[in-house]
């Protein structure tokens, strides 16, 4: 089978380095190549932790977490990260232009893959709107960009590298239903080889995923597509009725 873009959590539990208690309780799971993987859950429930053990910002504390097959912790750091585009819950914007904002860090993508990735991520009406378009600039925090502009950057800048999984954490919420969805169309179709793991608070935007998890205080409590969980998951029928 094909092991590069999987992703792969063996009997993960997780507190944090100054916690009193586990805020992930053996979670198992297996993200096949190409996938989409959603996962679901009420505020404080632990997806942020979860996702942010595949990029190593933390460690597991018991259990494996597995990329491409290997144990996280046998990469180099900028070996996983290479491997990763990542978006965080907050968008992060800096000072500068729009261009170097995307080819941020040990990003080099050129200006067609910028391109590729503005487009993608639905920020070219805006980006063209700007006097300067590419080299428009960009405030501190992004503050003159609107939170869905500064949300869709961010995506643009994870687009822009040539990773083979994407994590996006919680990133749609700050749009617009629309601009969901359209953006998701987006995905799907052009990067239909390409691992995605998504991080949602409304059913809406995971309603298509191959696979969804269903996380209840640090535990997984349904697993299955959108029907099967309607079917089989109480907190799931909370959440999609909510
Ligand atoms: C899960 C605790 C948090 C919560 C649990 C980031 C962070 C979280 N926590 C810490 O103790 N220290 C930390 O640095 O861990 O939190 P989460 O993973 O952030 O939850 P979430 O992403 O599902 O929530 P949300 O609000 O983003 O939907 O008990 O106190
Ligand atoms: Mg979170």
Do not use: W
Not at 220 to 236: A, P
């Amino acid at each position: 089978t094909d092991i590069q873009g999987t992703v792969e959590f063996k009997n993960v539990s997780f507190r944090y380095p100054d916690g009193q208690s586990n805020v992930l309780q053996n979670i198992s799971f297996k993200v096949n190549k190409g996938e989409t993987v959603a996962f679901i859950g009420s505020t404080g429930c632990g997806k942020t932790s979860l996702v942010n053990l595949i990029t190593r910002f933390y460690d597991a504390t018991s259990g494996e977490v597995l990329v491409d097959g290997y144990n996280v912790r046998d990469y180099k750091k900028d070996e996983l990260s290479r491997k990763i585009g990542y978006v965080s819950q907050k968008a992060v914007l800096f000072s500068g232009d729009i261009q170097s904002n995307i080819n941020f860090g040990d990003n080099d993508a050129d200006i067609s893959a910028i391109e590729k990735a503005i487009s993608i991520s639905q920020s070219e009406e805006f980006v063209k709107l700007q006097k300067n378009g590419l080299e428009a600039h960009v405030a501190q925090g992004g503050q003159n960009f609107s939170g869905g502009q500064k949300q869709r950057l961010s995506i643009a800048r994870a687009l822009a590298r040539k990773a083979e999984i994407f994590i996006f954490d919680d990133t749609f919420s700050a749009l617009d239903y629309k601009t969901d969805k359209i953006l998701r169309n987006a995905l799907k179709t052009k990067m239909k080889d390409s691992t995605c793991i998504i991080v949602a608070q409304r059913i809406g935007t995971i309603i298509d995923a191959d696979q969804i998890f269903v996380i209840d205080n640090g535990e997984i409590v349904g697993h299955g597509t959108h029907k099967e969980l309607l079917n089989t998951c109480d907190t799931y029928k909370e959440i999609a009725q909510s």
